[in-house]
């Protein structure tokens, strides 16, 4: 039986956005490859509220994580963790002799404005690395005011990992000042994973430039220039399949709506939190809950394993906690097209599993 997803990535996909990655394939240096790029570039460019560039990898999010810290750090990169997929930026960093500085918080607690403005003050930067929606916690940080700090440090190019979030939640990039927006497309848009994407500003392009050593699948600026020379067309051959998926989805992302699909998302978060709050208890601080998904504390010590395996029985399947808090918490996705009445009939279940 098929097991509906309501684990952070990857997501359920429609049947109809599915049956765009089985169309026939066309030359990736045909007029109609640089169309259909072109189109998506557009769509993309309103779904992150950017005027900037737009670059597609086929890598999932992590190769354009990578690509980034690697292709535009010309002097030290500060990372800002709240988690897992944080201290990931630091970690590229090290392996790519990237030289950088991991900040971190507690799990579960936000990345804060004091801390940003106390290290970007040092000048020792020239990128910083935030994570918008922390996957391994549940947790938003508040960009809005942390982008009030970054704003100070116009030198500082500013990365942040939206793979689980945008999509599902409005991020308004060249507002809030973001130089290099990533996600994926197995999260918030509702694809099946291959696919990562990207927002990449003039000044990251005029970074990359004094950075001699880029790396070269993964070389943002060799993607960028390319995609300007010959027409939206990129250096090695993309995942032409996710392209057809990718364009269809936007057109249904933009007809039901940004302002409609995120309060949809909000209201399913409230849905699930409730439910949180009534049988166990939530994970992070509660002034930054994730609008995606919501990461529970298991304060009953329920057998995470033994419910989602009575869940799957019944077609259904959530997470457990990541990493150190595997057994400590579980994790409830509810992004892309999922729907309030998905998320009502998962509560039903959980609850008619543990008698609750
Ligand atoms: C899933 C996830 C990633 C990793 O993305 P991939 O597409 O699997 O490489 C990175 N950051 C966050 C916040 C995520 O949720």
């Known amino acids: 039986m098929h097991k509906r997803l309501f684990i952070p990535g990857p997501v359920e996909v429609r049947p109809d956005v599915l049956e765009k990655m089985a169309l026939p394939m066309i030359g990736h240096r045909s007029q109609d490859a640089s169309n259909l790029q ?21 890598s999932s999010g992590s190769g354009l994580m990578e690509g980034a810290i690697r292709s535009c750090t010309a002097k ?20 790519n002799g990237v030289a950088a500085d991991l900040y971190e918080v507690e799990w579960g607690q936000a990345v804060t404005p004091a801390m940003v403005d106390e290290v970007l003050a040092t000048g020792k930067y020239d990128l910083m ?30 990365c942040m990992d939206a793979v689980s979030s945008m999509g599902g939640t409005r991020i308004e990039v060249d507002r809030l000042g973001v130089d290099i ?33 880029r790396g070269y699948y993964l070389d943002l600026l060799a993607l960028y220039e ?33 302002t ?24 992070p601080d509660e002034r930054y809950l994730s609008n995606t998904l919501t990461t529970i504390k298991n304060t009953r010590a329920i057998d995470v394993g033994a419910l989602n395996r009575e869940l799957g029985e019944r077609g259904f399947q959530i997470s457990n906690g990541y990493g150190k808090l595997r057994d400590a918490t579980f994790r409830i996705a509810h992004m ?4 309030i009445q998905d998320v009502e009939e998962l509560l039903y279940n959980i609850d008619d599993i543990l008698g609750l």
């Open 181 to 213: 927006c990533i996600t994926s497309t197995q999260k918030a848009l509702g694809l099946p994973p291959g696919m990562a994407i990207c927002s990449f500003s003039r000044q990251a392009i005029e970074r990359a430039k004094q950075v001699p050593e």
């Open 260 to 283: 409609e699909r995120f309060a949809r998302h909000i209201e399913m978060a409230e849905r699930v939190r409730d439910w949180a709050r009534n049988n166990f208890a939530l994970f």
């Open 76 to 95: 030290r990169a500060a990372c800002f963790s709240a988690g897992a997929f944080g201290k990931r930026w630091y970690d590229m960093a090290q392996s």
């Open 336 to 339: 892309a097209d999922c729907t």
């Open 226 to 258: 390319y995609i300007i020379k010959k027409d939206y067309q990129y250096p090695s051959t993309p995942s032409l399949s996710h392209m057809y998926a990718l364009d269809y989805q936007l057109d249904r992302i933009m007809e039901e709506g940004l």
């Open 38 to 58: 072109r189109r998506i570039t557009e769509k993309l460019q309103h779904l992150f509220y950017t005027k900037e560039a737009i670059l597609l990898s086929t």
């Open 129 to 158: 690395t935030i994570t918008h929606n922390e996957t391994s916690t549940g947790l938003m940080n508040p960009v809005e005011e942390i982008a009030a700090v970054w704003k100070k440090y116009p030198d500082v190019v500013v």
